[in-house]
């Protein structure tokens, strides 16, 4: 099978790099970009590989989490990179589903994070109370007293004597910032959730760089944990010790001192205070209160976070991730064109955030490719260049005699005129000035009335 990127692109880049010394610096100073780099050992093609080629992409060396990349010739000649966002420099150049390009970007982004798989239920207990909010944040003394005498946290079902392990993301100063409980069926490695911190938020997402680097690692996400899958029963003075269980399966059947996932299960673990529910009455994990299973609302992608009707109050209902609808808290939700949006997946219902910071949706806006930013369809500060077919900041284009409007940089200026022209009319040069052919100092001459 043949190897494109080794056998096509890099041979490529070598070819250019013997003819082209900007290009050579380039590449001898920088590394593809790593996000750029694993799309194409994976064999994703990019629309235009040969301009993906020359513009080089690379780790923006002023902003580590954005890229730099070689618009055209005249700036690789000028040494002038242009800085963008990873996210949007994909989308730009592959035609992959939102997950792919996603995966990319998260799997390279923050590259100081450290990431750990654990085995232990000590350790597992210690990275739910420490790491990412979640309703098993416990402190010690919220532990529950088991027939035993001692007090456990309610993770401590998950034990690893029946598979369940966990995967932590660790930021450079040793805080977790993220989570994913993680189990194995038929010798498949998975996991259901993922939690991970977000500045400014009390509310656990989806933590994107985690589960990027669990498939890296041969994980895979299922929707549910797998019916057999078991918990260990410990037993409390009330009932059992009982964790939330996330997923769509939440049921379990208590046979021979062990707990058992199953969809037809005789309890429920859907608490957040550490007990098993019989099927049909719910407890709300953010208010406490207990109501009837009718009287309740998923919210989040996933659904897996259930709440009464009082609190869904707190919730609005967005088009999100992958274009799909459901509840976020309220401040995780905007309102954009008349519709209410998941600010985390703006890009996947193709929301931009303009220059000013609005944001729209992207067939109300234009991509200036002077500073790589979005500007509304109709803002007068955007000039369209048909010499280019890109939009320009007026600021930076003239109005020429033969292309109309052009980059500052693809035009020159008449002496004899003070008329502008693009690069495509040919101009003298006539003591260091610039003329175009009918209007230099010995043309006008001719026009000059006789004495």
């Not at 209410?340 to 609005?358: A, M, S």
């Not at 077919?389 to 052009?406: F, L, P």
Request: with cysteine.
């Amino acid at each position: 099978m043949t190897n494109w990127y080794e056998d096509v692109f890099l041979k490529a880049v070598y070819i250019v790099r013997r003819h082209r010394d900007w290009f050579y610096r380039e590449t001898g100073n920088y590394h593809l970009h790593p996000s750029v780099k694993r799309l194409l050992v994976d064999d994703h093609r990019p629309h235009n590989w040969h301009q993906l080629l020359l513009e080089w992409p690379h780790v923006s060396q002023t902003d580590r989490e954005r890229l730099a990349y070689t618009r055209d010739e005249r700036s690789g000649e000028a040494d002038r990179q242009t800085i963008t966002t990873v996210g949007k420099y994909l989308t730009r150049h592959f035609d992959l589903p939102d997950h792919v390009i996603r995966d990319a970007v998260a799997l390279y982004a923050g590259g100081t994070d450290t990431y750990k798989i654990i085995n232990t239920t000590q350790e597992m207990v210690h990275a739910v109370i420490n790491g990412p909010h979640s309703c098993m944040c416990w402190t010690q003394r919220d532990f529950v007293r088991c027939s035993d005498g001692e007090r456990r946290h309610p993770y401590a079902a998950y034990d690893p004597e029946y598979g369940w392990h966990m995967a932590i993301r660790i930021a450079p100063d040793g805080d977790i910032v993220g989570r994913a409980l993680l189990n194995v069926h038929e010798n498949q490695p998975y996991w259901v959730r993922s939690f991970g911190k977000q500045e400014g938020s009390s509310y656990s997402h989806t933590d994107e760089k985690l589960e990027a680097w669990l498939k890296e690692q041969g994980y895979r996400k299922q929707c549910s944990w797998h019916t057999g899958a078991q918990l260990a029963y410990i037993r409390t003075s009330d009932d059992f010790l009982a964790p939330y269980l996330d997923g769509d399966t939440t049921h379990v059947e208590l046979y021979r001192d062990t707990l058992t996932i199953d969809d037809d299960g005789e309890y429920e673990l859907r608490n957040t205070d550490g007990t098993p529910d019989h099927k049909g009455r719910y407890t709300c994990p953010d208010c406490g209160e207990r109501c009837d299973e009718d009287d309740t609302h998923s919210v989040g992608y996933d659904g897996d976070h259930v709440v009464c009707n009082s609190c869904i109050d707190d919730y609005t209902h967005v088009i999100g991730r992958r274009g799909h609808e459901y509840y976020v808290p309220n401040d995780d939700a905007i309102e954009v064109d008349g519709n209410w949006y998941d600010t985390n997946y703006l890009g996947d219902n193709d929301i931009v955030e303009l220059r000013n910071g609005d944001y729209t949706h992207s067939d109300n806006a234009v991509l200036c490719v002077d500073d790589d930013e979005w500007y509304h369809v109709d803002d007068s500060d955007i000039i369209y260049c048909e010499y280019d077919s890109e939009y320009h900041h007026i600021d930076n284009v003239v109005e020429t005699e033969d292309e109309g409007w052009v980059h500052k940089d693809d035009a020159w200026l008449c002496a004899g005129s003070n008329r502008y022209y693009s690069d495509n009319t040919d101009n003298v040069t006539i003591d260091d000035e610039t003329y175009h052919p009918d209007h230099t100092p010995a043309q006008d001459e001719l026009f000059t009335p006789e004495e």
